[in-house]
């Protein structure tokens, strides 16, 4: 009866085969790189200025007018702390340039903020109607979004960066 007691009160584990190989996991190419970018810190975009049918012509679009245009369209939507997001105006396009390359009619123009900002900067850009003197003159259509530049401009990015 003793003997009994003791099966029943002790645990059975499985032996294992200490002389049989452990399984490993598989090697990857050692040639391979892979991450996982999990919170990239920026948001690209791709902004178009169109001016309104029955709004005067407007200047070719340079660094200052897209930083003042930008920074009305922020102002009018989120008020002062609009004001403080940061934008980098990465490159700007002008007609003329983007018509000999065949590519659009209007001037483009791309910025980069903050990842945590870039909502509030698509809704501010979006709804913005302003411009020259009238105050009805022009307004962004965002033409691209993304959390990657290079993928933004069709994987090579060297569009970005051509003269």
Same mark, same amino acid.
């Given at each position: 009866?003793?003997?009994?007691?003791?099966?029943?009160?002790?645990?059975?584990?499985?032996?294992?085969?200490?002389?049989?190989?452990?399984?490993?996991?598989?090697?990857?190419?050692? $040639?391979?790189?892979?991450?996982?970018?999990? $919170?990239?810190?920026?948001?690209?975009?791709?902004?178009?200025?169109?001016?309104?049918?029955?709004?005067?012509?407007?200047?070719?679009?340079?660094?200052?007018?897209?930083r003042?245009?930008? *920074?009305?369209?922020? *102002?009018?939507?989120?008020g002062?702390?609009?004001?403080?997001?940061?934008?980098?105006?990465?490159k700007v396009? $002008?007609?003329?340039?983007?018509?000999? $390359?065949? *590519?659009?009619?209007?001037?483009?123009?791309?910025?980069?903020?903050?990842?945590?900002?870039?909502?509030?900067?698509?809704?501010?850009?979006?709804?913005?109607?302003? #411009?020259?003197?009238?105050? *009805? #003159?022009a307004?962004?259509?965002?033409?691209?979004?993304?959390?990657?530049?290079?993928?933004?401009?069709?994987?090579?990015?060297?569009?970005?960066?051509?003269?």
């Open positions: 009866m003793a003997d009994a007691s003791k099966q029943a009160g002790s645990t059975q584990t499985p032996v294992t085969n200490p002389g049989a190989p452990k399984r490993k996991a598989p090697e990857a190419n050692p $040639n391979t790189i892979h991450f996982t970018s999990r $919170n990239p810190p920026w948001t690209y975009l791709k902004l178009q200025l169109i001016p309104q049918p029955d709004a005067p012509a407007l200047q070719p679009l340079d660094e200052l007018s897209a003042t245009y930008l *920074s009305s369209a922020l *102002s009018q939507f989120l002062l702390t609009g004001t403080a997001i940061p934008i980098d105006i990465l396009e $002008n007609r003329d340039r983007a018509a000999s $390359n065949g *590519s659009n009619k209007y001037d483009s123009v791309w910025i980069r903020v903050p990842r945590d900002d870039g909502a509030a900067v698509v809704a501010a850009i979006s709804s913005w109607i302003g #411009g020259s003197g009238s105050g *009805s #003159g307004a962004w259509r965002i033409c691209a979004k993304g959390n990657f530049l290079g993928a933004l401009v069709a994987g090579s990015g060297q569009d970005l960066f051509v003269p």
